[in-house]
């Protein structure tokens, strides 16, 4: 669980250029911020300890793993006892691809990001997995056009 931390701005660009390269050395991110490696490491220690540093992770091309298809869905839910809810949020969560699951303030309820090959693997997946799921109201999917900014 993290706690409160002050960030300065050598913690900023630490930061900064870890979400550039995550697999950058100590040395190589020493130079960058303008620190001697066993300070930097410090610092890098204390972000991952006070968890504002929450993991490492591969950034992986969906086409090359056959998931080149990414549709935005909202869905609304007709459901308000908290057991069909939860249900609901269970059986999303499970599915390998729903990549991103959120609960919304407001409307839409949810929102996911779902990553399939094609438009057939989208099809097949909503009218076998997501339509007809117990508390769900309405669905909607949006395909995107073209990715202009992403955080990986």
């Known amino acids: 669980m993290s706690k409160e931390i002050t960030l300065d701005a050598v913690d900023r660009d630490i930061l900064f250029h870890l979400r550039q390269d ?15 490696p066993p300070p930097c490491l410090r610092r890098l220690k204390r972000l991952e300890e006070t968890g504002v540093i929450t993991g490492y992770r591969a950034v992986v091309d969906p086409e090359a793993v056959g998931r080149g298809l990414e549709v935005m869905v909202d869905v609304e839910v007709s459901a308000n006892d908290l057991r069909t809810i939860g249900i609901l949020e269970e059986t999303l969560s499970s599915y390998e691809e729903v990549v991103e699951l959120r609960r919304m303030f407001g409307r839409p309820d949810y929102f996911l990001r779902v990553a399939v090959a094609d438009h057939d693997a989208y099809s097949a997946f909503l009218t076998s997995k997501l339509t007809g799921l117990p508390g769900i109201l309405r669905v909607e999917s949006h395909l995107t056009m073209q990715k202009i900014k992403t955080d990986s």
């Open 22 to 36: 995550g697999r950058l050395t100590n040395v190589e991110l020493a130079k960058r911020v303008g620190l001697t």
